[in-house]
């Protein structure tokens, strides 16, 4: 029995019978200049032989057009590892003509490889900024914290002014709009 790494969640007696009937493998079968070698060897726990390439070092089953979206399944369960990865998880353990192919569209497809996997990273363009010619025209805001409470405060509304760059600290009790408004009011009225 040759070597043969296989995969328990896989019903190679079902491949094994699908293989029989399927036209791409009759097709590769008759094919004289495949680089493909292709042999037969038991299926896991099964008296049904499975056609498998030996032109690379490990050993990898033929999986027919109709059992390629299961082995994909079983394959990258755990990592979702993108494309490429993906891609190359697959070839190292199966053959299959479509195999880039498939395994491109069903990453793409795929809810938790699209979650975990971040395939462009969208970056915002510069912002042009104009001059101001007026001090407290434009300001920045920021509010820093959570603190640990002194004094009932437990934020800062940090304040910048663009034209000067002149910096204020408001400590705040709260994030609320209102408190907010109410502080920026009382310590900035009187630059007005």
Avoid at 22 to 28: A, C
Avoid at 38 to 53: E, H
Wanted: hydrophobic share 35%; charged share 25%; net charge positive.
């Amino acid at each position: 029995m040759t070597s043969f790494i296989f995969n328990r969640s896989i019903d190679y007696e079902a491949i094994a019978k699908a293989q029989e009937i399927d036209k791409e493998l009759k097709k590769i079968l008759s094919t004289e200049n495949s680089s493909l070698k292709l042999g037969k060897v038991p299926a896991f726990g099964s008296s049904c032989d499975i056609f498998y390439d030996s032109s690379t070092k490990k050993k990898r089953p033929y999986i027919p057009e109709s059992f390629r979206k299961i082995v994909f399944n079983s394959v990258p369960n755990l990592v979702h590892p993108g494309i490429k990865a993906t891609t190359k998880l697959l070839k190292s353990k199966f053959i299959c003509p479509s195999i880039n192919n498939d395994a491109r569209t069903w990453t793409r497809s795929c809810l938790k490889c699209q979650k975990f996997k971040v395939t462009r990273h969208v970056q915002s363009p510069f912002q042009q900024y104009y001059n101001v010619s007026k001090r407290f025209t434009e300001i920045n805001l920021d509010i820093i914290g959570l603190f640990p409470s002194s004094e009932g405060f437990s934020y800062c509304l940090t304040i910048i002014d663009r034209y000067n760059r002149w910096p204020e600290a408001i400590p705040l009790p709260d994030i609320r709009a209102k408190t907010i408004a109410d502080k920026l009011s009382d310590n900035f009225s009187h630059y007005y």
